[in-house]
């Protein structure tokens, strides 16, 4: 089983990622962009230089997808595989940024995917306010400089794409305690096993 965690930046994908660590041992984790040593050259280059223009770093992006469904999930398709984001954060990025229609960029995803898509996806959802507060405790890379209402607008063309793909998913309020949240995202992982 395929499972992609989705949620912008301080919305607690990374505590929920090490408890799930915890909870599936034997499970593989990986993450988008950055799961390959080439996507982590990729993940470098984007969030660390200035100016890449919106559809290079988009181009960037669909490159390192391609590399990860080809070096990590295809040869590891029968384990459960847990993913820290996945094409669902590429088509929204980019939507934001360079108003890509939203069925060209599902296209191009498609294309880089080759057609895998994961079985399930979890999106955690934070508020603006929770937003503010949790910007306000570490130094902010390229992306989470672009601000509050940039990141509040790709979480919210990521919640449309989810709900276009039509892949089972689970929608998880971030303010609710992390035990709370691992519990649930573990229920909906389970769910039909």
Known sequence: MYVILEGIDRAGKSTQIELLKKRYPKALFTKEPGGTPFGQKIRDIVLNTKNISPRAEALLFLADRNEHIQKVIKPNIEKLIISDRGFVSGVAYAHVKENIDLETLLWLNSFAME???????????????????????????????????????VQEIMKK?????????LFIDASLDKETINHKISDFIEKGR
């Open 115 to 153: 057609n895998i898509e994961p079985d399930k996806i979890v999106l955690i959802e934070i508020s603006k306010d929770a937003l503010l507060k949790r910007m306000h405790t570490e130094k902010l890379d390229t992306i989470e400089a672009r601000g509050v209402e940039y990141l509040l607008k």
């Open 161 to 169: 794409t989810i709900l276009k793909t039509g892949i089972e998913h």
